[in-house]
């Protein structure tokens, strides 16, 4: 019967294995995601019409979608 327990000393080994991994995994996707935002940050700096233009149609789009949703429900 005791050889179902788990051993706590081999379970807080495993735990603190799986914590150091997705401490490694956040701070890799923490890295990417300042680099994607330092990237688009350069791109609108380098593009502000286009990303104006840009911007607009989506919202028009969006407008859309949703005026079209409202109408349908009502």
């Known amino acids: 019967m005791l ?3 788990i051993n706590t000393k081999e379970l807080n080994t495993s735990v603190e294995h799986i914590r150091s991994g997705m401490n490694e995994a956040v701070t890799a996707l923490e ?3 300042k680099d994607i935002l330092n990237k688009s940050g350069n791109l609108v700096k380098k ?3 286009y990303t104006i233009m840009g911007a607009a149609a989506v919202g028009f ?3 859309s979608f949703l ?3 409202i109408r349908k429900s009502n």
Do not use: C, T
Request: glycine residues 14%; charged residues 20%; negative net charge.
């Open 3 to 5: 050889e179902n327990f």
């Open 31 to 33: 890295g990417n995601a």
């Open 47 to 49: 593009y502000p019409l």
């Open 61 to 63: 789009v969006a407008g």
């Open 67 to 69: 005026r079209e949703a």
